[in-house]
């Protein structure tokens, strides 16, 4: 995998999707890796069908439809079941829905992270997207809590792309460095103004809130919400001009709240 887009890329997806898309992916895994967890797997839990799908799905000789890829749907799809094993209706709902191709407001993650480039580009701190979002997901962790799985994935994807071709990738690393030092001190989770200007940071905090809140329209005022927990005040009319210059869907249906 190379430093660039392609890494960059991979992180987004990590962070949009769920914790438990990484669990079942590095579940999978240790699998193709370990003969005698295969084993314990397939002869203490597994009735004969779901053993022979998984068998073959783990020597790349079945998949799963594309919306069966992930998570829940993976192991619905290798138990022979109908639904994603979800235990809630809003669950159940979500799984047989069509998965849209630009989930949030009209726009594919490549063009969020497109967008977000943009954003850092005229940042002083000149932070390589990538090295950026992996400080910041490990960021987000609770402090001395463990790692979840999500972030020993991004972690080991990290070190594959420094230690990628003849030699070690040593701007991934020093892109990193400046991450951190761009989070230093500040609260967890926040993206302050202290290298991108006012202009930019609150685009970045609305950017990052539409890649943790994928919906096919966005209400102003759920915008406004959030930055409002960042100190961050901005004008409505400006939210709605960056929405339509970058074609982002707003809620302008009948009887939504005002703004």
């Known amino acids: ?40 797997l397939a002869t203490v839990f597994l009735e004969p069908r779901t053993r022979a799908r998984l068998a073959r799905y783990l020597r790349d000789k079945e998949r799963p439809p594309g919306h069966a890829s992930q998570g829940r749907n993976l192991l619905a799809w ?6 994603a094993l979800e235990t809630d209706a809003a669950g159940l709902a979500r799984a047989r829905a069509p998965a849209s191709a630009a989930p949030y407001g009209g ?31 490990w960021r987000q962790a609770p402090a001395g809590a463990p790692p979840n799985t999500s972030l020993l994935v991004m972690g080991g994807m990290f070190l594959q ?41 609150w685009k970045l905090s609305v950017l990052h809130y539409m890649l943790n809140h994928p919906r096919p329209r966005y209400r102003t005022r759920d915008f406004i919400k959030h930055l409002d927990t960042q100190k961050i005040t901005v004008d409505a009319k400006d939210l709605r001009r960056f929405c339509k210059r970058h074609g982002i869907v707003r809620d302008t249906r009948p009887g939504r709240p005002k703004l």
């Open 1 to 40: 995998m190379s430093s660039g887009s392609a890494f960059a890329d991979a992180i987004l997806s990590l962070s949009a999707d769920s914790n438990d898309s990484a669990c079942v992916a590095l579940f999978m895994q240790l699998l193709r890796e370990s003969p005698g967890l295969r084993y314990w």
């Open 78 to 83: 290798l138990a022979h079941a109908n639904t």
């Open 161 to 201: 792309a420094v230690f990628a071709g003849d030699a070690p990738s040593g701007p991934l690393i020093r892109h990193l460095t400046k991450a951190m030092e761009f989070f230093h001190g500040h609260p967890r989770g926040s993206i302050t103004r202290s290298h991108y200007g006012h202009a930019s940071w």
């Open 107 to 137: 726009l594919t993650r490549g063009q969020i992270a497109g967008l977000i480039r943009r954003c850092q580009s005229g940042g002083e701190g000149d932070v390589a997207l990538a090295s950026f979002l992996l400080a910041r997901a």
